[in-house]
């Protein structure tokens, strides 16, 4: 295992925020920021999006909503349908920022390293022309980072 | 009040993570990010800093840790001292990340702008340089939003 992080000096590229109601989430964002609202899309079907929650396929989809402003993108994220990370903050949390990410290259090798250093993986999908990876920060720093991988 | 919102196409400056332990944290984040540890820094006493927390002024201070990635820099905050919005999300979330931050001027004005549509202020204080504060975003987008001005 290489000893350099596979998130080196990497930029922030998204921040995530997972909320109850996309539509009026995104018609506030959209008037705080003054960006026409974006369309909201939908994740694809289990069979395609091959989720996997805390080691175990679930049929969780969600709603999503993205504004760019300069090169990062906030993304506003409503779960239905089943566990997953984005369900599991709701239930704790409440609506709130869920996660930062960054792109990178090679997503188990990354996987590997983040665990060597305490992370634990929580949540992996498909989408077309890419995977996300969810992973919990090691304890002293217990965020949710997200591994953005072009396929 | 003008109706362009003062966070209009505004790009996020900052992400901001709330934490137990402040040392921990930055030495993991500068693992994570091969960025060197930074000086972890102390806010200034009350009565230069002037914090005022839910309408009240409080003795609340906070040592912070900056790691700049191009234009964004991401900010620990390990509260103590006193009541605080900081110290309000460890009792209730643990450590995680707690803002998002845009550089604006006219404070005054972007907190009535906020307020009209439903944000409330849940903090405010200075540093030499500048000021900050801190907007509970409305209902439909309860995430906390920093407001940082140069003066």
Known sequence: MTDTSPLAKKPVCQVGFVVRNIDEAAATLSRLLDIPKPN??????????????????????????FFQIGDLSLELIEPFDGPSTWQEFLDKHGSGI?????????????????????????????????????????????AVLELLERL
Chains 1, 2 share one sequence.
């Open 98 to 142: 869920h996660h930062i990410a960054f792109q990178i290259q090679g997503t188990d090798r990354a996987i590997a390293w983040l665990q060597d250093e305490g992370a634990k993986m929580v949540q992996q999908g498909h989408y077309t022309g890419g995977m996300y990876t969810y992973v919990e920060g090691p304890k002293s720093l217990p």
């Open 40 to 65: 909201v899309i939908v994740t694809d079907a289990p069979d395609k999006a091959k989720t996997v929650y805390r080691g175990a396929p679930t049929r969780a989809r969600a709603k999503l909503a």
